[in-house]
């Protein structure tokens, strides 16, 4: 049974920091590519940021490009999102997801596995 399990949401202020985890189990990890999105209340769920299986590839949405980074570690088969600068507008719940092929890396639809989530909340 697949499973991806984010943690390391939380409050903080504007122009702070969080790191995101997710770690994965039930399939071989490093096979796979991720991916990060968010979805905040009322809103589609959106695109954050895609990682390759091999951690030689990586693309962000325009929104978070230059604060955010996404890694990887197949040795512990976890998923990473490191979040700078911080803004009321990155409020949301994050989840990480799971994809084989790599392609259209940037549609929810292309990706097979989610975890449950993590909420993030920025104060102003």
């Known amino acids: 049974q697949v499973q991806l399990v984010e943690s390391g949401g939380g409050l903080v202020q504007a122009g702070g920091s969080l790191r995101l985890s997710c770690a994965v189990s039930?399939?071989?990890?490093?096979?796979?590519?991720m991916g990060w999105f968010r979805q905040a209340p009322g809103k589609e769920r959106e695109f954050v940021a895609f990682?390759?299986?091999?951690?030689?590839?990586?693309y962000y949405a325009d929104s978070v490009k230059g604060r955010f980074t996404i890694s990887r570690d197949n040795a512990k088969n976890t998923v990473y999102l490191q979040m700078n600068s911080l803004k009321p507008e990155d409020t949301a719940v994050y989840y990480c997801?799971?994809?084989?092929?790599?392609?259209?890396?940037?549609?929810?639809?292309?990706?097979?596995?989610w975890g449950q989530g993590t909420q993030v909340t920025v104060s102003s």
């Open positions: 997801a799971s994809q084989s092929g790599g392609l259209q890396v940037d549609r929810a639809y292309a990706y097979d596995h």
């Open positions: 039930g399939r071989t990890f490093s096979n796979y590519a």
């Open positions: 990682v390759s299986r091999s951690a030689g590839n990586t």
